[in-house]
């Protein structure tokens, strides 16, 4: 694993962190949203949220991350978009594997870390329809807000930025988690 990838990883996870942005009760919405879409690595990362979803931008973070946190009460679900600058003003490709690679073992190790039941449950490497962007995807699960929850992470890097976004939801609702994740990968 690079040195680059782990430094960029760890600074975007501890911004994440940092934000306070897991724990589905601290989500208090600014405002209500038909459906979002969101942008992201200067919009090679799209995706549109379902309606039922609030957002609250998150506080920039001492290491430049910026974000929103989405919010849905009626499933209980947290989606999480953040994105920061790779440190040293390094450059990626859109579909990197060695930083790909790189970042999702940082970001793994440092779940292990940070929730001591994180069970991975599956890795995969996706390439996005029309932009070729690199992603990496995590599922796992793991207690946080005080149950137990479905989490899938997607990874990206393009240029100087790279970004995350995190789904969190009930682990009694897998169908519902599964749907959203397909929708933001735009699958069919």
Known sequence: MSLLSKK???LLLAAVAGLGAINV???KAKEKVSSEKVSMLDGKFTFVLPKGFTANPLPASPTGAT????SNED???VVIAAQNTIPQGNNVKDNDGEFLDGSV????EDQRKALPDFNKLSEKSLTQKGSGLGL??????ATQGGGQTLN??????SGTHMALVQVISRASDKAGHDALIKAILKEK
């Open 75 to 77: 499933t209980k679900t």
């Open 25 to 27: 009760q601290a989500a």
């Open 67 to 70: 974000g929103t946190l989405y």
């Open 152 to 157: 899938t992470t997607l990874l990206a890097g």
């Open 136 to 141: 990496r995807q995590v599922d796992s699960t």
């Open 105 to 108: 073992s940082s970001f793994i």
């Open 8 to 10: 960029a990883v760890v």
